[in-house]
């Protein structure tokens, strides 16, 4: 696998640098020089000292975190912990403390196991159902694919309704490498009649109890040998919650009006869009079974926080509602609605959204603000928002203050921005130079400088 290297500080002089490359290509890593201008993937910065420097490069190459960077502390008795959470903070991945060239192996296998996780957030079983490449989403699925594919531990999904907590339970099932295992099983909370709360979970024999003809299998025998998803598990009844507390503590369980133990090996996802924690101190929730079922913690952010995803969103819920594969083009004006429109139910809320102009859309031209409901309107004055408000002042002034340029501040938003117009317009890069106003020509020229700069840096290498 590839990773660029960066060495910072005077104490890693040519023989050094030498001893660490050679350590890294003798366990197969292919590495090569940092290069701000065409450098993106996962690195290596090697540093012998901390200071500022060290934080705003990490800044900068880890991108907000989407980019991995491993940092590795070639001097370790000037490095304190307090230097550690900052390095993180900044967005670096890890730290590693540099003793010998035995230390290569820690260094591989970190890079391989971001490599792995990444392989598979870019596959189509993840990228075509969880929508989106904001930072704080591409950070929640590489958690995701994490924990299904590396662990067998109980996750515990939270997030606000309609954030997709239902979709990420089957992706953990799908993903858990386990061989010949069992099915997913489902069970709504909010919809267990408490009378019949016994039977839905444990089964019950024949005769048990009025209407019993038959014995029946609970969600305890469906699961077992595959994954049990309890939905809205923070709506269970506390006696409930204490039946299901042995089952996952023992792994055993008795049908309603039987005698006999069966025993159950099932994987435990549960969702919620409650605080549990703060229900346990309510006396809502068992303390016990809350940390039996949140072995992991996955919290799925609200779409008001990862705003940069709605156009993709908007794009995917038009081409599954209207079967095109080219995509759908947006008047600006409806771009700008979908921009600064509240979702008080998330993901949910926008695909309703989209649902219902896509069925009021005809013809073959763009969507067009007479497509929208008139219940979804604006009822007040629709000013349009200042592209450069106060996050793109807060981005500038960040910049200024680690030192960048105003060559290295235009280049950046000159790449971003086709970056941007290329995604959302689904690498149609005729589409794309329409939104940016720019021909199809420059937009190839720059695809083409990208790839010359690539190849340049493997040359060096």
């Excluded at 991945?93 to 957030?121: H, M």
Aim: proline share 3%; charged share 25%.
């Amino acid at each position: 696998m590839r990773a660029w290297l960066y060495f910072f500080g005077d104490d890693i002089d040519a023989p050094a640098k030498e001893v660490l490359t050679s350590a890294l290509l003798s366990r197969g890593i292919d590495a090569y020089p940092f290069d701000t201008h065409v450098t993106s993937g996962p690195g290596i910065l090697f540093f012998s000292r901390f200071d500022k420097e060290v934080i705003n490069f990490l800044r900068a190459a880890c991108n907000a975190g989407v980019e991995r960077v491993l940092a590795v502390g070639v001097n370790s008795s000037t490095i304190r912990s307090g230097h550690v959470w900052e390095m993180l903070q900044a967005g670096a991945s890890d730290y590693v403390s540099w003793k010998s060239v035995d230390d290569a192996c820690a260094l591989v296998a970190r890079l391989e196991r971001w490599e792995t996780v990444d392989r598979l957030v870019e596959s189509p079983l993840v990228h075509n159902n969880l929508i989106g490449c904001s930072p704080v989403w591409i950070r929640v699925l590489r958690q995701i694919v994490e924990v299904a594919r590396f662990t067998d531990a109980s996750v515990l999904i939270m997030g606000e309704s309609g954030t997709g907590k239902e979709l990420v339970a089957p992706l953990i099932h799908t993903l858990d490498p386990r061989p010949q295992k069992a099915d997913l099983v489902v069970l709504d909370c909010t919809t267990i009649v408490p009378e019949l709360s016994g039977s839905e979970f444990f089964g019950h024999e024949r005769g048990a109890f009025t209407g019993a003809v038959t014995a029946r299998n609970g969600a305890f025998a469906l699961a077992n040998g595959g994954t049990l998803f309890l939905d809205e598990v923070g709506d269970l009844p506390l006696a409930l919650q204490a039946q299901l507390l042995r089952v996952v503590q023992e792994h055993t369980y008795k049908r309603v009006g039987g005698n006999t133990w069966h025993r159950t090996e099932f994987r435990l996802v549960c969702a919620t869009n409650k605080e549990l924690l703060r229900e346990v101190n309510r006396g809502k929730f068992r303390h016990d079974l809350y940390y039996r079922i949140s072995g992991w913690i996955l919290r799925l952010p609200p779409l008001r926080d990862r705003g940069g995803d709605v156009p993709l969103l908007v794009n995917h819920f038009l081409e599954k509602s209207l079967s095109s594969e080219n995509g759908i083009e947006l008047d600006d004006s409806v771009q700008e609605y979908f921009l600064k429109r509240k979702y008080a139910g998330n993901v949910r809320t926008l695909e309703q959204l989209v649902t219902r102009i896509s069925q009021r859309h005809v013809g073959t031209g763009p969507i067009t603000v007479g497509d929208i409901p008139e219940e979804e309107r604006p009822s007040e004055k629709f000013e349009l928002q200042e592209w450069c408000g106060e996050g793109f002042d807060h981005a500038i002034r960040r910049a200024l203050a680690q030192g960048v340029g105003l060559k290295e501040i235009t280049r950046a938003a000159r790449e971003t921005a086709i970056r941007i117009a290329i995604a959302e317009a689904k690498e149609n890069l005729q589409r794309a130079a329409r939104r940016l106003r720019v021909t199809d020509r420059a937009l190839h020229m720059y695809r083409a400088s990208r790839r010359l700069g690539t190849q340049l840096a493997d040359q060096k290498a």
